[in-house]
């Protein structure tokens, strides 16, 4: 499996705030990267697939970017709804892999 | 109109096998390019992919757990079934079943989610 590392691991923002997450992976993913979000007791929700294309029904303030071994989530001006853990996920060799996770908490 | 919906014991013992159901509607497993997982997420962890089956039956397994589980699918009944042999207290948290779906890239992503089921294995 490919190992991916998230950065931050945790992320104290405000309302209206640029928000970067980064992705970074020790050998090329491809262009097969996507982006979820998790709230407590809820089920992750696909936000970003191929890098950087946005999923039906999630707002434009979302977007991906990156490419080989480095990606990132940006999230132009945050909103309260926006406060959730966020997953990198890559698919390789029949296997899909997931991010430890950023978690975008009230500063 | 997607949906999934896990369901089978809430606590297990352990050495015990778990098995769990996934029930869904608004797609057919014999439709090429869908497929559906079983992901589980111990508490404050990441998501861990353990298996997948797809449209023609072929089945995928998490490398270092693939001794200890199965798939299969009722196509009749829209259901997939797991099972996990010798559950241990490390196996605990909450189990998902997904759908991975390709896109037009034609690559594949969990685009529907269950609300998940909830395992303790504890003696």
């Known amino acids: 499996d490919i190992q991916m590392t998230q950065s931050p691991s945790t992320l104290s923002a405000s309302v209206g705030d640029r928000v970067t997450i980064t992705c970074r992976a020790w050998q090329s993913l491809g262009g097969w990267l996507a982006w979820y979000q998790q709230k407590p007791g809820k089920a992750p929700q696909l936000l970003i697939y191929?890098?950087?294309t946005l999923e039906s029904g999630v707002p434009s303030r979302f977007s991906g970017s990156g490419s080989g071994t480095e990606f990132t989530l940006t999230i132009s001006s945050l909103q309260p709804d926006d406060f959730a853990t966020y997953y990198c996920q890559h698919y390789n060799n029949s296997s899909w892999t997931f991010g430890q996770g950023t978690n975008v908490e009230v500063k | 109109q997607v949906t999934l919906r896990e369901s089978g014991p809430a606590f297990v013992k352990p050495t015990q096998t778990l098995t769990l159901t996934c029930t869904f509607s608004g797609f057919s497993l014999s439709t090429s390019g869908v497929c559906v997982s079983w992901i589980r997420q111990s508490p404050g962890k990441a998501p861990e992919w353990l298996a997948l089956i797809d449209w023609d039956d072929d089945k995928y397994y998490r490398t270092s757990l693939k001794t200890r589980l199965t798939i299969s699918r009722d196509t009749s009944k829209n259901q997939v079934v797991l099972t996990m042999t010798n559950m241990d207290p490390v196996d605990t948290g909450t189990y998902y079943c997904a759908r991975n779906h390709r896109y037009s890239s034609g690559r594949f992503y969990f685009d529907y989610w269950g609300q998940g089921a909830l395992v303790t294995v504890s003696s």
């Open positions: 191929d890098a950087s």
